[in-house]
C-alpha cells in the first residue's frame, strides 16, 4: 500500500507538468540567420510557452527579452547586467527592436528571456543568429 502511495504521489508532478504545456523558446525570426541586409537592422522576435511582458511583471510564466548584440553571454545564473555596449534591456514588453548604429560586417545577435529580475529563464530561453550589413 505505500509503495502504491508513493508511486501516486511520484506522478503528481509529472502530471503538473504536462499541463504547464511545451517548454519556452524564443525564435529571432527577423534578420533571417546568414541573411546579408541593409541597415537599420529590424530584429523580431517571437516567443512560445512563455509569455512577454514588461520587466515590472512578477507573475510566473512571464518574461522580458534580452539582445546581446556582438556580445557574448554573461553568466546564466546572474541578472543581465544594465549599461553594458551591446546588452539590451527590452523591458516593456517590446518584440522588436531596430539596431540603427550597426557597422558594414558581420554580426550576432543573441536572444534570451529573463524573469522580472533580469535573470534568465531556467531551461535557458535563447536564440542566435549571424547576419551581414552591407
Do not use: Y
Amino acid at each position: 500500500m505505500l509503495a502504491l502511495t508513493l508511486g501516486i504521489l511520484a506522478c503528481v508532478p509529472c502530471a503538473a507538468q504536462a499541463q504547464a504545456g511545451k517548454p519556452a523558446k524564443v525564435k529571432i525570426t527577423a534578420p533571417a540567420n546568414g541573411a546579408t541586409v541593409s541597415g537599420p537592422v529590424k530584429v523580431t522576435l517571437q516567443a512560445t510557452g512563455v509569455e512577454i511582458v514588461p520587466a515590472t511583471d512578477e507573475r510566473p510564466g512571464t518574461g522580458h527579452h534580452h539582445l546581446f548584440v556582438d556580445h557574448d553571454l554573461t553568466p546564466l545564473t546572474d541578472t543581465i547586467p544594465r549599461g553594458v555596449t551591446g546588452i539590451l534591456h527590452l523591458g516593456r514588453g517590446q518584440t522588436e527592436f531596430v539596431l540603427d548604429s550597426l557597422k558594414p560586417g558581420p554580426h550576432r545577435v543573441i536572444a534570451v528571456v529573463a524573469d522580472w529580475k533580469h535573470v534568465p529563464l531556467k531551461p535557458l530561453v535563447v536564440d542566435t543568429v549571424r547576419f551581414t550589413v552591407k
